[in-house]
T-cell receptor, first 111, second 117 residues
Framework: RKEVEQDPGPFNVPEGATVAFNCTYS??????FFWYRQDCRKEPKLLMS???SGNEDGRFTAQLNRASQYISLLIRDSKLSDSATYLC????????????FGTGTKLQVIP | GAVVSQHPSWVICKSGTSVKIECRSL??????MFWYRQFPKQSLMLMAT?????????EQGVEKDKFLINHASLTLSTLTVTSAHPEDSSFYIC?????????????FGPGTRLTVT
């Protein structure tokens, strides 16, 4: 089983739609969780951290479920500019630091 | 602006030669730097974790004698691909964890595209 798993997609959604991505992780001792966005041939950029209580940033909402070991990202009112690959990132800091990326979920917002 | 730089941004080299890639944190100190590579249409794969002043921790399957990592200062880490072969052609990205920002602050470099002919 992969340490971090995501549905690769692609998710093709019309403008204005709401779309949700999930990401599961296997290491229950994982400590920090993030969503990154990566545009084609560019480096990943931090979209938002994921807090235990859930957090929202404009049209984006992130949730963490430690019991079931998954995190989610909800995008409301999708824009064309949201088209990208969304990476789930898990950081483990016990003894040594390890950052693990999911394979990414590709989102294509269609006019 | 960019807070992590990489040099070079792209490089073409002949098989058997060595290539050094630099990763610099521009306006912060980075206690930990991470090196990844990404093959086309695949996910970022962590290669190694580099802590300033100590040996790098390599992920399973990554040859430490082939991918030499040096983290000599809090603002610079280097990755040297020794005796490069065409299968080493990839996109190499570094990231740096801010010393003062806690574990939530990690910034990525723009990446280095390596092509081995």
């Amino acid at each position: 089983r992969k340490e971090v798993e995501q549905d690769p997609g692609p998710f093709n959604v019309p403008e204005g739609a709401t779309v949700a991505f999930n990401c599961t992780y296997s290491n229950s001792a994982s400590q920090s969780f993030f969503w990154y966005r990566q545009d084609c041939r560019k480096e990943p950029k931090l979209l938002m951290s994921v807090y235990s209580s859930g957090n929202e940033d404009g049209r984006f909402t992130a949730q963490l479920n430690r019991a079931s070991q998954y995190i989610s990202l909800l995008i409301r009112d999708s824009k064309l500019s949201d088209s990208a690959t969304y990476l789930c990132v898990v950081l483990y800091s016990g003894g040594y630091q390890k950052v693990t990326f999911g394979t990414g979920t590709k989102l294509q917002v269609i006019p | 602006g960019a807070v992590v730089s990489q040099h070079p941004s792209w490089v073409i080299c002949k098989s058997g030669t060595s290539v050094k890639i630099e990763c610099r944190s521009l306006d912060f100190q980075a206690t930990t730097m991470f090196w990844y590579r990404q093959f086309p249409k695949q996910s970022l794969m962590l290669m190694a974790t580099s802590n300033e002043g100590s040996k790098a921790t390599y992920e399973q399957g990554v040859e430490k004698d082939k991918f030499l990592i040096n983290h000599a200062s809090l603002t610079l880490s280097t990755l040297t691909v020794t005796s490069a072969h065409p299968e080493d052609s990839s996109f190499y990205i570094c990231s740096a964890r801010h010393k003062a920002g806690g574990i939530r602050r990690i910034d990525f470099g723009p990446g280095t595209r390596l092509t081995v002919t």
